[in-house]
């Protein structure tokens, strides 16, 4: 499986309309969790975040949200922010746009947000500038630094130094609170968590408003 770890320049520069990552004047982190609201291993991220008192962003499946509605209020209550990550985790490279459009489109009847995440990062950059118009107003969010906690091929201890080398301020780091990454994202996100806030740090959820 092939992936960069962290996003290179060049990507960065081809997809300028996206946001890679957050300028900040303080040690600032943005974690930010795909794939849920899972029934299971979202309150457990939620508990992780909670000991350490840090915000993150959970960019969700519009399909998880109908049938989870009650993990998805826990996040929107304890103060994290919500994106959009489509409603039935379509590859935008695979779809034709108007299904893939539509799909965000119906996403976001259940997900009151502005952000959005392409699943598996991808999407044209048609569809990313159809996004960003007035039928849509979406923010695409891609990511600095991906943990690698989706995959096989990783041990825990290699998903976590994925995070702990790559990341440093203003950096938009990725896991996953699916049943795929489970195990490497539980191992990794405490001691990210306490590695990073030891080192003066904080945690805190994406807002569109600073973007």
Known sequence: MFYLVKSPW???????GCVWQIPTETPTIYLS?????????????????????AKASFFCVGNNVVN??????????EGHAVGN???????????????????IAKAKQYIDSDLFRPPYGKIT????????????????IMWTVLSGDF?????NEACLRNVLLQTQSGSIVVFHDSVRAKEKMLYA?????EFFTEKGFRFERIESSKL
């Not at 969790?33 to 350490?52: A, Q």
């Not at 996100?189 to 968590?193: A, G, K, Q, T």
């Open 68 to 77: 989870h509605p009650d993990i998805y209020r826990r996040i929107l209550d």
């Open 125 to 140: 950059r048609f569809q990313l500038k159809q996004l960003a118009m007035s039928a849509y107003r979406l923010k695409t």
């Open 33 to 53: 969790f795909d794939d849920g609201p899972h029934p299971e291993i979202t309150p457990l991220v939620l508990n992780h975040l909670n000991t350490w008192k």
């Open 189 to 193: 996100l405490p001691i990210v968590l």
């Open 85 to 103: 990550h489509s409603f039935n985790h379509l590859n935008g490279w695979k779809q034709k746009d108007e299904d893939y459009l539509n799909d």
């Open 10 to 16: 060049w990507l960065q520069k081809l997809y300028s």
């Open 151 to 155: 995959d096989n091929s990783l041990d």
